[in-house]
């Protein structure tokens, strides 16, 4: 024990309690939170060292599952012929739906996912029956060798079919505030918009995989590729007809998730699971990459339509909006996905009245899934086009219409759910913003390059945008915003945290080691985050909404607190210290008159018996939403940022370059801006993706066309905006007691990728001489910029 000088004890500053946690003992220092501390793994990503599923050592006589797919997109199969299966080289086991013991449906919320057909196949490629063989390479081939007798039907493609046929995964839900048929009536302008919103693929770096590894007495272990591995727990109990506590899934790590492994990993994890349990054998499942495109499903495409009014101002006084999701072949998550769009039509902007009505459609493809912004960004397309519209229909600036419908101006505040928006930024955002990006200097350049253009034939045309984004924080599904930690304390003074979120690469990890770091006064190394049990943590939810650093981070403080108390208290009664004078920093626990080395206190607490091993547990304060009334607070607090793009388009090509980019994004305080950095430039990018180069095809048949990097385009690296300015918001007025004030950031900057669509209908604009507003629908390839070009084109043509 060394003796050191006095120290002052220091109490947390911007640290406050947060949950009704004991106030007092919180004595640290906060070195790590605020610090842009590299990614846990950084290193082993950039070398390769970071094991993904397939790179766990295959244990003895691994055993690789694939899965025979439906070749039509609607029948019903009538019989199948599995011997040629069953006799290919190297095949070990083949099963159909009649060899699964347990339930057949592995439905997250509704129902209507079947493991494998039973007889209705609903979309092309289904799995029909799985195979076990000794290499991946001959189930791959064995898989192909099925003979199925299919009763095929024509398939559901359209929109337009499954509203001849009525037919929808769910019913339809609205939102409704005040009368807007009234409104509508009273308005002095009325506009009507019709967009089409394109869906997207994932396009995860590792695709989906499981290794299920059988265990003694009918258990089996579950390597998941999932963002929700107590989902995948209880599916594979139930697939198995086993007890939950036979089933463990372990997820280290994913290669991305972005919302398509939150349900849609199961699947995988169930047959691989089933098989290895039926085989004694390891068994490993992972899809190609054109079979993980063609087999899980992706963002929903949306028609939406609205009618709009608004006054000589530009002022909204009246909104009837109409979102159609096109689901797919079940319900999966589209219930909420919907909901979610329905809670973002208004996007920034206050809607004095407004009914917006989601509609859940069916089709024989794939059934759709979460997708960063969870169907967020589909309803804001919506919220942004009116801006647009209202804006050339009154012949001014789209900026000054957004300011003056901003939420928060004069009680303008509440929503078309009846929550008030409160704590949102945004009137100083986009000002900070407008001037950090000198918007109104480049548009005036832009206009004059514009009409130079025009007036000289120049083949260039600009288009400037900014627009807001307001998403919000937490699970509409009430259960879900809940989390659980387990944190141990070593003698060496070491700490193990595991908790109930997945890290997919968006640094979960990272923040969680920063805040038991900071608690606990310890420099990062001394803190290791294993991974993601549910023999560690239970019952926990998907890491999704955002919200994995809110929940787990919480209920990681939460745990470590309950520790540190102890050993407070072992302080206390060893040393007659003060406990508000204890303070714990830079590997220290000192108090005026003494200190501790953390190590030797956590081995003297060890000596005097004490647990230095805790669970934590954290649930969201103050949400509620009564979804028959479509009324409440469905969200804790809201995340807002803005951008401004600037595009060129090639007017004789429709192709087109993002010159420049400026973002800012209030993540409140902090806990890592690196990572909060590089959540907003890749949720950008991801979003521009979205709405201007992927776009997904599919056949009459209803097979998907586009399943490969060869034909389905994300953005590469030199589709990066050549200027690219990212900040985040300096002193938000955060006001909700998140963990250490920040505020979640992993899907809201995907919505500022609405800036580079908007700035394309821009610069389509100034082409056609500020005459036609263009449509642009998504995803806005250069082939309909160009046809929008060619579209404004004729009207100035027409006139002439
Ligand atoms: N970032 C990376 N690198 N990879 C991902 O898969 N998923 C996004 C976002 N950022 C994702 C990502 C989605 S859809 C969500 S909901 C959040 O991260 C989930 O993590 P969080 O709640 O910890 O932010
Ligand atoms: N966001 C993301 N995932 C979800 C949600 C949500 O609001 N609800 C259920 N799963
Ligand atoms: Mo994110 S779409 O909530 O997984």
Same mark, same amino acid.
């Given at each position: 024990?060394?003796?050191?000088? %006095? !120290?002052?004890?220091?109490?947390?500053?911007?640290?406050?309690?947060?949950?009704?946690?004991?106030?007092?003992?919180?004595? #640290?220092?906060?070195?790590?939170?605020?610090?842009?501390?590299?990614?846990?793994?950084?290193?082993?990503?950039?070398?390769?060292?970071?094991?993904?599923?397939?790179?766990?050592?295959?244990?003895?006589?691994?055993?690789?599952?694939?899965?025979?797919?439906?070749?039509?997109?609607?029948?019903?199969?009538?019989?199948?012929?599995?011997?040629?299966?069953?006799?290919?080289? +190297?095949?070990?086991?083949?099963?159909?739906?009649?060899?699964?013991?347990?339930?057949?449906?592995?439905?997250?919320?509704?129902?209507?996912?079947?493991?494998?057909?039973?007889?209705?196949?609903? @979309?092309?490629?289904?799995?029909?029956?799985?195979?076990?063989?000794?290499?991946?390479?001959?189930?791959?081939?064995?898989?192909?060798?099925?003979?199925?007798?299919?009763?095929?039907?024509?398939?559901?493609?359209?929109?337009?079919?499954?509203?001849?046929?009525? %037919?929808?995964?769910?019913?339809?839900?609205?939102?409704?505030?005040?009368?807007?048929?009234?409104?509508?009536?009273?308005?002095?302008?009325?506009?009507?918009?019709?967009?089409?919103?394109?869906?997207?693929?994932?396009?995860?770096?590792?695709?989906?995989?499981?290794?299920?590894?059988?265990?003694?007495?009918?258990?089996?272990?579950?390597?998941?590729?999932?963002?929700?591995?107590?989902?995948?727990?209880?599916?594979?109990?139930?697939?198995?007809?086993?007890?939950?506590?036979?089933?463990?899934?372990?997820?280290?790590?994913?290669?991305?998730?972005?919302?398509?492994?939150?349900?849609?990993?199961?699947?995988?994890?169930? !047959?691989?699971?089933?098989?290895?349990?039926?085989?004694?054998?390891?068994? %490993?499942?992972?899809?190609?990459?054109?079979?993980?495109?063609?087999?899980?499903?992706?963002?929903?495409?949306?028609?939406?339509?609205?009618?709009?009014?608004?006054?000589?101002?530009?002022?909204?006084?009246?909104?009837?909006?109409?979102?159609?999701?096109?689901?797919?072949?079940?319900?999966?998550?589209?219930?909420?996905?919907?909901?979610?769009?329905?809670?973002?039509? /208004?996007?920034?902007?206050?809607?004095?009245?407004?009914?917006? =009505?989601?509609?859940?459609? *069916?089709?024989?493809?794939?059934?759709?899934?979460?997708?960063?912004? *969870?169907?967020?960004?589909?309803?804001?397309?919506?919220?942004?086009?009116?801006?647009?519209?209202?804006?050339? =229909?009154?012949?001014?600036?789209?900026?000054?219409?957004?300011?003056?419908?901003? @939420?928060?101006?004069?009680?303008?505040?509440?929503?078309?759910?009846?929550?008030?928006?409160?704590?949102?930024?945004?009137?100083?955002?986009?000002?900070?913003?407008?001037?950090?990006?000198?918007?109104?200097?480049?548009?005036?350049?832009?206009?004059?390059?514009?009409?130079?253009?025009?007036?000289?034939?120049?083949?260039?045309?600009?288009?400037?945008? !900014?627009?807001?984004?307001?998403?919000?924080?937490?699970?509409?599904?009430? *259960?879900?915003?809940?989390? +659980?930690?387990?944190?141990?304390?070593?003698?060496?003074?070491?700490?193990?945290?595991?908790?109930?979120?997945?890290?997919?690469?968006?640094?979960?990890? #990272?923040?969680?080691?920063?805040?038991?770091?900071?608690?606990?006064?310890?420099? !990062?190394?001394?803190?290791?985050?294993?991974?993601?049990?549910?023999?560690?943590?239970?019952?926990?939810?998907?890491?999704?909404?955002?919200?994995?650093?809110?929940?787990?981070?919480?209920?990681?403080?939460?745990?470590?607190?309950?520790?540190?108390?102890?050993?407070?208290?072992?302080?206390?009664?060893?040393?007659?210290?003060?406990?508000?004078?204890?303070?714990?920093?830079?590997?220290?626990?000192?108090?005026?008159?003494?200190?501790?080395?953390?190590?030797?206190?956590?081995?003297?607490? @060890?000596?005097?018996?004490?647990?230095?091993?805790?669970?934590?547990?954290?649930?969201?304060?103050?949400?509620?939403?009564?979804?028959?009334?479509?009324?409440?607070?469905?969200?804790?607090?809201?995340?807002?940022?803005?951008?401004?793009?600037?595009?060129?388009?090639?007017?004789?090509?429709?192709?087109?370059?993002?010159?420049?980019?400026?973002?800012?994004? /209030?993540? +409140?305080?902090?806990?890592?801006?690196?990572?909060?950095?590089?959540?907003?430039?890749?949720?950008?990018?991801?979003?521009? +993706?979205?709405?201007?180069?992927?776009?997904?095809?599919?056949?009459?048949?209803?097979?998907?066309?586009?399943?490969?990097?060869?034909? @389905?385009?994300?953005?590469?690296?030199?589709?990066?905006? %050549?200027? *690219?300015?990212?900040?985040?918001?300096?002193?938000?007025?955060?006001?909700?007691?998140?963990?250490?004030?920040?505020?979640?950031?992993?899907?809201?900057?995907?919505?500022?990728?609405?800036?580079?669509?908007?700035?394309?209908?821009?610069?389509?604009?100034?082409?056609? /001489?500020?005459?036609?507003?263009?449509?642009?629908?998504?995803?806005? =390839?250069?082939?309909?910029?160009?046809?929008?070009?060619?579209?404004?084109?004729?009207?100035?043509?027409?006139?002439?």
């Amino acid at each position: 024990m060394r003796k050191l000088p %006095k !120290l002052t004890p220091q109490k947390s500053a911007s640290v406050g309690p947060t949950n009704g946690h004991a106030a007092q003992n919180l004595n #640290t220092t906060t070195t790590t939170i605020g610090k842009p501390s590299p990614h846990e793994s950084a290193k082993l990503h950039l070398t390769g060292a970071a094991l993904y599923i397939d790179d766990i050592p295959t244990p003895v006589g691994c055993l690789h599952a694939y899965v025979g797919m439906a070749n039509v997109a609607c029948g019903l199969l009538k019989s199948q012929n599995l011997s040629s299966v069953a006799s290919a080289l +190297g095949v070990v086991d083949v099963i159909t739906a009649k060899d699964v013991p347990g339930h057949i449906d592995i439905g997250p919320v509704f129902g209507g996912d079947p493991l494998l057909v039973e007889e209705q196949i609903n @979309y092309f490629g289904q799995p029909l029956f799985a195979v076990a063989a000794i290499s991946r390479d001959a189930a791959r081939k064995a898989a192909l060798l099925g003979h199925a007798v299919i009763d095929s039907t024509p398939p559901l493609l359209s929109l337009e079919q499954a509203q001849i046929n009525n %037919k929808k995964v769910r019913p339809s839900h609205s939102l409704v505030k005040g009368d807007s048929a009234v409104a509508l009536q009273k308005s002095m302008h009325r506009l009507t918009i019709d967009q089409q919103v394109g869906g997207q693929e994932h396009y995860y770096l590792e695709g989906q995989v499981c290794l299920a590894i059988p265990q003694e007495n009918g258990g089996v272990l579950v390597h998941s590729s999932s963002q929700h591995p107590s989902e995948v727990q209880k599916l594979v109990a139930e697939v198995l007809a086993l007890a939950m506590h036979k089933v463990v899934v372990d997820t280290r790590r994913m290669g991305g998730g972005f919302g398509g492994k939150e349900t849609q990993a199961a699947q995988w994890a169930c !047959l691989a699971a089933l098989l290895a349990v039926r085989n004694q054998k390891a068994v %490993k499942l992972r899809l190609a990459r054109s079979d993980d495109m063609a087999l899980t499903g992706k963002r929903h495409p949306f028609v939406n339509q609205a009618q709009v009014g608004f006054d000589d101002a530009g002022r909204i006084t009246a909104v009837s909006a109409e979102l159609n999701g096109l689901c797919g072949s079940s319900a999966d998550l589209s219930d909420a996905i919907v909901d979610r769009a329905m809670f973002h039509t /208004d996007n920034a902007y206050y809607l004095p009245a407004a009914t917006i =009505t989601g509609h859940r459609w *069916f089709q024989n493809t794939v059934s759709n899934t979460a997708f960063r912004g *969870f169907g967020g960004p589909q309803g804001m397309m919506l919220a942004e086009q009116m801006m647009d519209d209202v804006a050339r =229909t009154l012949g001014k600036d789209p900026l000054l219409i957004r300011q003056t419908n901003l @939420y928060g101006q004069h009680e303008r505040n509440l929503t078309p759910y009846h929550q008030i928006v409160k704590g949102v930024d945004l009137e100083r955002i986009i000002d900070e913003l407008v001037e950090s990006s000198e918007y109104w200097a480049r548009r005036q350049a832009i206009r004059s390059f514009n009409k130079n253009a025009l007036k000289h034939g120049g083949r260039y045309v600009k288009g400037l945008a !900014l627009t807001p984004v307001k998403f919000g924080i937490s699970f509409t599904a009430m *259960f879900l915003n809940q989390a +659980g930690a387990l944190v141990h304390i070593y003698t060496d003074g070491t700490v193990q945290v595991s908790h109930g979120g997945t890290e997919m690469g968006q640094g979960l990890y #990272t923040k969680i080691a920063q805040v038991v770091a900071a608690e606990l006064g310890l420099p !990062l190394e001394s803190i290791e985050v294993t991974s993601t049990r549910t023999d560690k943590v239970p019952n926990t939810s998907p890491t999704a909404a955002s919200s994995g650093t809110d929940l787990n981070g919480q209920a990681a403080r939460n745990a470590v607190l309950t520790i540190k108390q102890r050993l407070i208290e072992h302080i206390v009664a060893t040393y007659q210290a003060d406990a508000e004078a204890i303070i714990f920093n830079d590997g220290l626990v000192s108090w005026p008159s003494h200190s501790l080395a953390f190590a030797e206190l956590t081995q003297e607490a @060890y000596m005097a018996r004490i647990s230095m091993s805790a669970t934590g547990y954290y649930r969201t304060p103050k949400i509620h939403y009564d979804r028959q009334k479509a009324k409440g607070n469905p969200f804790f607090y809201f995340s807002c940022g803005a951008s401004v793009s600037e595009v060129e388009v090639d007017t004789f090509t429709g192709t087109y370059t993002v010159a420049r980019v400026d973002i800012l994004h /209030d993540v +409140g305080e902090s806990i890592n801006p690196a990572i909060d950095v590089g959540q907003i430039e890749g949720g950008f990018i991801q979003g521009m +993706g979205w709405l201007t180069t992927e776009e997904l095809v599919w056949g009459q048949d209803g097979r998907l066309q586009t399943n490969g990097g060869a034909s @389905y385009k994300i953005p590469a690296v030199g589709d990066t905006p %050549k200027q *690219f300015n990212v900040a985040l918001l300096k002193n938000s007025k955060n006001h909700e007691a998140t963990i250490y004030h920040s505020k979640a950031v992993g899907e809201p900057p995907l919505m500022h990728g609405i800036s580079v669509w908007s700035a394309l209908r821009d610069a389509i604009w100034a082409a056609g /001489d500020e005459q036609t507003n263009p449509q642009l629908n998504t995803p806005a =390839t250069p082939e309909r910029v160009l046809w929008a070009l060619e579209a404004v084109k004729a009207s100035i043509v027409g006139r002439a």
